[in-house]
DNA sequence: CCAGACGTTGTT
DNA sequence: GTCTGG
DNA sequence: CCAGACGTTGTT
DNA sequence: GTCTGG
């Protein structure tokens, strides 16, 4: 699963890694978590860099609760469930990140913060889709959710399952402004090549969302000081 | 026919 | 335990 | 994802 | 909106 991220890149970076056309305003994000308003890639646009809220709203959902939810889709059964098929046909996007979180779980039971990035580059794409959600009395809101895949080597002593890292070529096919047949679509949306990630453990001050500081991708130091 | 769900993860 | 909010 | 609430009545 | 369950 995907519930925390981070989004901390050069806008230079940027413009070279997704092909945009301006140069975009990023704040530095270390804890992107659900609800938040974060930038996009949408494929309505794919040269710029476009909000969303993150926790997709259906069309046909009544009020901002359904969101919550919708923080994730797995990729095996996106083209088929209600809540999501409509925008894996037309609506998909590219969420900018410079790294995320996984909580390992332990022997003792207890949940334990992972820093999780790719060790040839600053900033990459997670596949996601996005809708427009016609709100009764705010203006339309655009919202995002992040597809998941199974773990690959590396994640797996960290979590089941990860986030879709897309590879810088495949941009493209996921950003087609049209349909595209689902089996076209589906290969797109495995795990990562595992030998180009890396991961530590950081301090539980993430939990908190709503707090974002640098400290929060910083190694924790592998034992407690005694003195 | 109408009512109610529509999601993921993790744990059992 | 389960739901909501961030 | 985690943290925090989870309720009503009456009074300020 | 569309599907499932009653």
Redesign the pocket.
Known sequence: ?C??FVLVADPNQMVLEFGLSGVPVVPANYNV????VLPVILNEAPDTVSQARWGLMPS?AKDL?MS???????SE??DE????RAAFKRRRCVIPASGFYE?Q?RDDGK?YPMYIHLTDREVFGFAGLWEVWHSPERDDLRTCTIL?TAANAFMKPI???MPVILSRENYGDWLAAEDVPAPVLKPLLRGYDPDKMTAHEVS?NV????FSSPDMIAPLPSLPRLL
Request: proline share 6%; glycine share 6%; no cysteine.
């Open positions: 699963m519930g925390r978590a659900p609800t938040q046909w609760s919550a939810k919708m923080i994730n889709a797995r059964t996106v469930k209600p809540a999501f909580w779980t949940k998941t979590h089941e399952r539980r939990n908190r969302a709503g």
